[in-house]
Nanobody, 114 residues
């Protein structure tokens, strides 16, 4: 059983930066991949970025070159560094991890607005 606790997020002006973190506990050795989804009002949840146990990363086209996903602390913490934020990045962001099932964080609001 894996538990995920998110931190970070908030309100930022366009062009600004935010960092999201996701701390995992329990069953860490069984984690195959971790990542971030987001869901904007009236839209479906979309994959933002992911990172495998081996460190292979994948990004949505809309965030490539602006967002960076990382894992550290022996793999039990994951972060999403978000730079050059745009209003269309506004959404609730959810971290997840995959073992033999998927676990989710509690979600955190990111609002990009002037």
């Amino acid at each position: 059983q894996v538990q995920l606790v998110q931190s970070g997020g908030g309100l930022v002006q366009p062009g600004g930066s935010l960092r999201l973190s996701c701390a995992a506990s329990g069953g860490l050795f069984s984690i195959i991949a971790m990542g971030w989804y987001r869901q904007a009002p009236g839209k479906e949840r979309e994959l933002v970025a992911s990172i495998t146990r081996g460190g292979i990363t994948n990004y949505a086209d809309s965030v490539k070159g602006r967002f960076t996903i990382s894992r550290y602390n022996a793999g039990n913490t994951m972060s999403l560094q978000m730079n050059s934020l745009k209003p269309e990045d506004t959404a609730v962001y959810y971290c997840y991890c995959t073992t033999d099932q998927r676990y989710w964080g509690q979600g955190t609001q990111v609002t990009v607005s002037s």
